[in-house]
């Protein structure tokens, strides 16, 4: 029987330490023979990593922020993530529409409702059918003041990263309700470990909805 395609989107505040997750993944999955597509948002496609470069270092309002992640969007569903699934690829995206709401919702104040409605055209393929949305979302749950200690050894900050911690703390308050609206869709893993902890849960995830064999049984 052909493999049916999975959507596995990433999230958290920057610095919750998504990267290395994403990447074992993608080889756990190859490993039991399945073909990943590896891509990010906003990005993915050449059109939307150039929105990505704009949106990440160009001074903007929030309206415009929130329409250039949803044009990005557009492209990288239409191109990328809509015919790796049809084709029964798994699909990993690092972030995808949780980070609109997070980051442009609850983040910079933008209106939910306004991200609701360009949710719905972009994402569903007819005007009455439900946007796309993740199998499943990993959320890397970490509190901001961690995730800045982390950053702030890392490289030269973008527009986002370079906020503040009460703006990282509004953020993750967007991921948290967007939990609650949408639970079964959502695996929150407490990302204040070391990474050897974190992966397992990861992986559980996967296992517990039977797109993972567990590792005992590939032995
Ligand atoms: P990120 O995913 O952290 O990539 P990297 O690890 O390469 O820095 O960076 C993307 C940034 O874009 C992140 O700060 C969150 C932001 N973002 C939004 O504000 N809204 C969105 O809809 C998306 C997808 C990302």
Redesign the pocket.
Known sequence: MADKGIFISFEGI?GAGK?THIAALAEAFQTQGRVVALT???GGTPLAEKLRTLV?NDAMDPLC?ALL?FAARRDHLRLVIEPALARGEVVLC????D??FA??GHGRGFDLAVLSQLEQWVQAPTDSAEPRQPDLTIWFDLAPAIAAERLASARVP?R??SQPVDFFALVAAGYAQRMAQQPTRFARIDADQAKAAVWPRVRAACEQRGWLRPLEACS
């Open positions: 920057d990267s990010r948002e906003p990440l922020e992640m690092d972030r995808f529409t980070a609109t980051y442009q973008d986002f990263e």
